[in-house]
Structure formats: C-alpha cells, structure tokens
C-alpha cells in the first residue's frame, strides 16, 4: 500500500501475467536486444516468435503502465541500424514520441564472450537514430558519465537529470513534473526521494567498476576530476575505503552494488 511499484521485464508473458501487473505495477521496463531482429531473439534468447513483446507493450499501455524501452546492442551479430529504426519507428507509432528508450552497451558475459563490448560511437548511432526519428527521450546505458545519461527538456533542451551510473546527482525537475525553464511537462513517473542525495553508498575500487561496465577507468576519472571542478554534488574524487596499498585506482564511483 502506498509503493510505487516498478518491474523490469522481457516482455515475454501471459496475458494472466499481464492482468496480475495491472493491479500492482505503476512502471515497467521491457528489454529488448539486438534491436528486436526476430531471428537474433530466436537464436540467442530462445524466444520462438517475439510478437507477444509487442503486443504485452500495448496492453500495458492499455491498463496504464508507465512504459521505458530498453535495446541491448551487441556488436557484430545484433547491432543493424535499419531494424534499430524498425524498433523506434514502432514505439513511436504505437507507444508515442515520450517512450523513453535506452541503447545499452553489451558487455562479453556468460555464454556470449566471444563478441566484443559495444563501442560507443554505435551506441551514440543509436541515439541519434532515434532522435531523428522523433524520440524525446532517448539515452545510453552501461556508460557511466555519458551524457546521454542525462534527462534534458525536449522543448528548450536544458539539462533536468544528471546521473552517472545508477546515481543521481542533480534534479531540477518542478514538483509538479516540469522543466523549470520552459515549463514543459516531462515525462517521468513517481516522485524523487528527498533522501536521494544521502550517503547510502559504500564506493567500489575503479579498476573493479570499470572492469564490469567495460569503460577504460580515464574516461570515469575525467568524469569525476571535470564535476569536481565545477562543483557538481555527488562527484566524490579519493581513495576507496579498505583499498590503502592494495595497488587500485585512487579513484572511485558511487555504487548502488556495494551498499552499506
């Protein structure tokens, strides 16, 4: 009672499953990867026939689901700029323009070692993709101090969200969900904690950090040294506790795997 309820899913389910959410859950994100090919899906995640995807997207739009989209790009077997716009072309026809949707950086895991991490400059392809499709909030995953990290105004472009990682470090959306330059209405489910900013975290060593996203531990430290400097919250240069003459980084990065 009183919980802002939110799920991540493939989207792969019953319509029973679908009417159980509807009673409880407020936000829903459904992972896609290799930007929907239906033979990437048949192949590697073992999903015989991904329509039911798309049709569990509409339903939840139905029963009022607050809907984000996520696409997985993995190098070299699913990474095609033409069925990425197949995908966008369909959100933004069936689910509109203010579906979020997320390009994520693939990292070599598990079963599938063998194909490299996704390089950036594709993702932001991606990106630009979708903007050009008429997307308005279109952001990078699995790349931690990425700019399109960030939530802007689709209306006067102004930055509302900063975030690295899992964090937020700045919000200026209004309380009633608008850009407070221009007054537009974002689109952004629930309310921000007004404990979002408390130390809660423990900090990870950065060799360890960026050994799990796949980013070369330069770009984060940048990150870090460039938000210091300009007095960003949350940007924390120093030692990681516990690390002292283990030979890591003297830098880390807030995470929300580590917590206290």
């Not at 994100?29 to 039911?52: M, Q, S």
């Not at 323009?97 to 390009?103: A, G, K, W």
């Amino acid at each position: 009672e009183g919980l802002f309820n939110t799920i991540v899913t493939n989207g792969y389910m019953t319509d029973e499953a679908l009417d159980l959410m509807g009673k409880f859950v407020d936000a829903a994100t459904v992972d896609f990867k290799g930007n929907a090919d239906p033979e990437f899906a048949r192949k590697l995640a073992y999903v015989p026939d991904i329509e039911p995807v798309f049709q569990a997207l509409l339903e939840m739009k139905r029963k009022g689901i607050f809907i984000e989209v996520t696409d997985l790009v993995v190098p070299e077997i699913g990474a095609d700029l033409e069925k990425a716009r197949k995908l966008i072309r369909w959100i933004h026809d069936n689910l509109g323009p203010e579906t979020p949707i997320h390009f994520l950086r693939f990292h070599p895991d598990y079963k599938l070692t063998n194909i490299p991490p996704t390089p950036v400059e594709l993702l932001e392809r991606h990106a630009e993709l979708a903007k050009k499709e008429g997307m308005h909030y279109v952001y990078i995953g699995n790349v931690p101090g990425h700019r399109l990290e960030n939530t802007y105004c689709p209306r006067c472009g102004r930055l509302l969200v900063r975030r690295i990682g899992f964090d937020i470090i700045e919000w200026r959306i209004t309380e009633d969900g608008r850009c407070p330059y221009c007054g537009y209405k974002i689109n952004i489910a629930g309310k921000l904690h007004p404990t979002y900013r408390a130390p809660r975290m423990r900090y990870i060593p950065l060799d360890l950090y960026t050994d799990f996203v796949h980013v070369k531990p330069e770009e984060v430290v940048e990150y870090i040294r460039r938000n210091a400097a300009t007095g960003v919250k949350g940007a924390n240069p120093g030692r990681a506790p516990g690390t002292r003459g283990k030979g890591f980084n003297r830098y880390s990065l807030p995470s929300t795997r580590v917590q206290r």
